[in-house]
């Protein structure tokens, strides 16, 4: 596990040391610049709606499989995992952790990874269907040369990367237990996902509607004059780059496919990555609450073990009924 995880960061970083590179200095440095008191205070706004909705979430799938989670502890244990994603490599280090607490919480912790799992996966799949669908609906004179292609590979090559992933996870165990697991995952997915769909797909759209008006306020920072039909699909395929879990801290195939992108546009590959860089920079600005949840879990101590098994059947109606 340890190996495969710094091996991800190792690929990220490769990843990123060839993008540094490739570009200009003065693409990365300048971005520092751009970045001022009035797109921190955005950033932490935009940041703590996509946190909430993100974290309402996992709330819905973890309260459907039978796990209890309260909202103020979801949008907690979900900023803290924001920000440990940030500044670990691999991206994935602050979800694994929280799946691993919520489990003890909940006393169930095969249940409470499988949640965070369901959780993240209903997110990545609404972001590739809207890639997807922003790529062969809108118009080729609109979207630029190439960019389709663009699109199709980063869409190929994180494919390839999930097959190639859960192969190897699949490998490594004999098929009694791989096949339970199988069978358990399918059933949380069913009540967690399926049963609960329409509230999982409205969450998802509305966090990931937030992340592109983050990136889209990158983007005029940076001098980025195109219309926003325009910049919505690369945005949302520089999103889709930085949810491949080899990156360090979001950092690496956001920047190579958001240059490509925007050369693919006719935008500027350098003017792509430096947009990047700016999002990533409001981004953690964006996490920084989530080192104070940080800072105050480690004063209070550990977590109380079964707390929370088997108490949440009716938190998920009482959630929806309040409406989002």
């Not at 440095?29 to 921190?40: E, M, N, P, Q, R």
């Not at 004999?174 to 995952?185: G, M, Q, T, Y």
């Amino acid at each position: 596990m340890r190996i495969r995880v710094w091996l991800r960061g190792l690929a990220g970083a490769a990843i990123l040391a060839g993008v540094v590179w490739w570009y200009p200095i003065e693409v990365f440095t300048d971005a520092f610049a751009l970045v001022d008191a009035g797109a921190i205070a955005l950033a932490l706004g935009v940041g703590a709606a996509t946190t909430v909705l993100s974290a309402a979430r996992w709330r819905v799938v973890a309260c459907a499989v039978g796990l209890r989670l309260p909202l103020g502890r979801a949008v907690a244990d979900y900023y803290r995992a924001v920000f440990l994603n940030a500044v670990l490599p691999a991206g994935v280090l602050g979800d694994v952790h929280r799946a691993l607490l919520h489990g003890r919480y909940a006393g169930d912790l095969p249940r409470g990874v499988r949640a965070v799992v369901l959780e993240r996966l209903a997110g990545q799949v609404v972001l590739a269907l809207t890639a997807a669908a922003l790529l062969f609906a809108l118009p080729a004179a609109l979207l630029g040369p190439g960019l389709r292609a663009v699109g199709v590979s980063a869409g190929v090559v994180a494919v390839l990367a999930a097959g190639t992933a859960l192969g190897l996870a699949a490998g490594r165990r004999r098929r009694p237990r791989w096949w339970r697991a199988l069978r358990a995952a399918a059933a949380d997915a069913r009540s967690g996902l399926w049963s609960h769909r329409v509230q999982v797909v409205v969450l998802s759209a509305a966090a990931l509607a937030g992340y592109v008006v983050l990136f889209l306020v990158a983007a005029r920072l940076a001098g980025v004059t195109a219309p926003w039909a325009q910049l919505v699909p690369l945005v949302v395929l520089a999103l889709l780059a930085m949810s491949l879990p080899v990156n360090v801290g979001g950092w690496g195939p956001r920047e190579a496919v958001a240059g490509l992108a925007f050369g693919a546009a006719g935008l500027g590959a350098d003017q792509g990555v430096t947009v990047s860089v700016v999002y990533g920079l409001l981004a953690l600005v964006a996490a920084l609450p989530g080192a104070v949840v940080l800072v105050l879990r480690a004063a209070q101590g550990r977590e109380v073990p079964g707390e929370g098994l088997h108490q949440g059947g009716d938190q998920s109606t009482s959630f929806v009924g309040r409406g989002q």
